[in-house]
């Protein structure tokens, strides 16, 4: 045999070889067996229906400061306490910074186990009746769905929650782990009078949280990513938020005698050019802990690219950039124009011209990085400024903690055999400020979402079907169950009086 075919083969041998070990990789990549069950669902009658409807029918939209009459507010609150006279009476309750608030129900063990924090944000985006097909504040039900501001984000998941609870302690059950409620009051706002108050407030009492559950991931179908399950991605962390100003100041004057240059020239072309040089994709904690999770259940060929992907991550990531705008958003900053401005009149050459980009920041990145990307493609004439309101990505909890698991295994009850999964969360809510109060902050809302859902929210004819809204409300009882009966997570501490408000 010659060097050269002992090379060839050798070549080839170690070719095949490579091959072998990733597909033996592949094959390894098992399915957790699922969990143990003894579930039973419940009868859920129509008060939560009730309770949501009623709930719709206060109006509050979200303040633009906290010096407004938020009165609107204090009466949403005082329906809450109709409504859940069984969690009220064991619950003390704290009015943080005039219209947030805190109702603190107390397990039977309190001094031994750390509370649980469910949150939900009582404020809602303005809803102007036109275009809608009833009116948003109504709380009108129609062929099996309740419509109107707030059922999905997040009226529905706050009743649910209640509900849940409240329904526990009518049948005589008595959790031993204490559950606060914190509801702020300017979620879409960014939080800063309620939820970051309502954090402060706190900390400075030095009560820390087993786990902390807000509002997002998602339901979705497994098909998307070669998986035949229904898959519900509960959020670990949430991606950055920047809104960012681009100006451009050039001559301006009449119309009929325009410059060479025009600041709207300039200003379309910086803009062009952000949509055409993007941020690049890699590969953060979260997503890579969402791949290895979901893997198992993946069909083969899915499956041996994502265990592969040390191998294989250039073309992944080029694949998952151009597969869908999610998929894109969860593997890179994302940069989106949302805002221009030029002359007040048609026919005058403006002498600035402005636009804003709306950015979510990958976990991984920051604020920095992402201004210092925008300049070099805007170049040097583009004057760029973050606006006000600015937050770099969260922190990550994680994945592996017994809370996790325990929402994990709820959801595969409630949600009849749903594979669940970590991932960034790529909106922002409340929960940003809680990491400080606890390592396990996750994000889920616990509705199978349909298609024209994602238009909804924050849009015309927002609703959630009636069997949703209990579906939700058997996840909470269900989760209660789970984590508030007893001890799931750490052996009992000896007194945790100083981690209690009470
Ligand atoms: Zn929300």
């Given at each position: ?5 002992i ?6 041998a170690?070719?095949?070889?490579f ?11 098992r ?8 579930y ?19 109006k ?20 809450l ?23 603190a129900?107390?397990?039977?063990e ?78 879409e ?12 407030f ?7 949280f ?16 070669g ?9 670990t962390?949430?991606?950055g ?10 001559l ?54 994502i265990?592969?992907?040390r ?10 950039t151009?597969a869908s ?11 989106a124009?949302?805002?221009?401005f ?6 005058t ?5 402005k ?23 805007v170049?040097k ?16 909890s ?10 994990g295994?709820?959801v ?81 501490r ?8 009470y």
């Open positions: 045999m010659t060097i050269g075919a090379i060839g083969y050798t070549v080839l170690l070719f095949l070889g091959i072998a070990f990733l597909i033996i990789r592949t094959i390894s990549a399915k957790p067996k699922p969990p143990e069950s003894n039973v669902p419940n009868d859920i009658d129509d008060t939560v229906v009730d309770n949501l409807v009623e709930a719709i029918k206060h509050t939209i979200t303040m633009p400061n906290n010096d407004q009459d938020g009165s609107v507010f204090l009466e949403y609150q005082a329906f306490e109709k409504a859940y006279p069984l969690i009220m009476k064991n619950s003390t309750k704290y009015v943080i910074n005039k219209y947030s608030v805190i109702y129900f107390k397990g039977t309190s001094d031994s186990l750390l509370p649980i924090a469910i949150l939900a944000h009582q404020d809602v985006v303005p809803a102007p009746a036109k275009d809608w097909g009833f009116d948003p504040f109504g709380g009108e039900i129609s062929e099996g769905y309740i419509y109107g501001r707030g059922t999905q984000d997040m009226k529905g998941q706050m009743i649910s929650a209640l509900d849940g609870l409240e329904f526990l302690l009518r049948e005589g059950k008595k959790p031993a782990r204490s559950i606060y409620f914190c509801f702020g009051h300017d979620e706002r960014a939080g800063i009078y309620g939820a970051y108050e309502i954090v402060k706190l900390q400075q009492r030095d009560v820390r087993e786990f902390v559950l807000d509002e997002g991931g998602a339901i979705i179908d497994g098909k998307i990513i998986i035949n399950n229904k898959v519900a991605l509960v959020g962390c949430e991606k938020y920047a809104d960012v100003t681009l100006e451009v100041e050039k301006g004057g009449h119309a009929s005698t325009p410059t060479r240059r025009t600041a709207v020239g300039l200003m379309s072309q910086a803009v062009y050019k952000l949509e055409k040089r993007k941020m690049k994709p890699f590969f953060s904690e979260p997503v890579k802990e969402m791949f290895e999770t979901l893997a198992p259940y993946m069909n083969p060929l899915f499956k041996f690219f265990v592969n992907r191998v294989f991550g250039w073309l992944l990531k080029r694949v998952l151009i705008p999610f998929t894109n958003c969860i593997v890179r900053t994302t940069i124009p949302t805002q221009m030029g002359a007040t009149t048609p026919n050459l403006p002498p600035v011209a636009a804003n980009v709306n950015c979510r920041i990958n976990t991984g990145e920051t604020i920095d990085d992402l201004t210092n990307h925008i300049k070099k493609v170049g004439n583009i004057k760029v400024t973050v606006r006000d309101g600015a937050s770099n990505p969260s922190l990550v994680s994945p592996d903690s017994p809370a996790f698991k325990m929402i295994k709820t595969y009850e409630v949600f009849d055999g749903f594979i669940m999964a970590p991932y960034p969360f790529i909106a922002t809510s409340d929960s940003k400020y809680y990491h400080v109060l606890s390592d396990n902050v996750y994000r889920f809302t616990p509705f199978e979402k349909e298609e024209s859902d994602a238009n909804r929210i924050h849009g015309v004819n927002e609703r959630l079907s009636v069997n949703m809204l209990k579906t939700a409300t058997q996840f909470f009882i269900r989760l209660y169950e789970n984590t508030c009966f007893d001890d799931f997570s750490v052996p009992k000896k007194s945790l009086v100083s981690n209690h408000l």
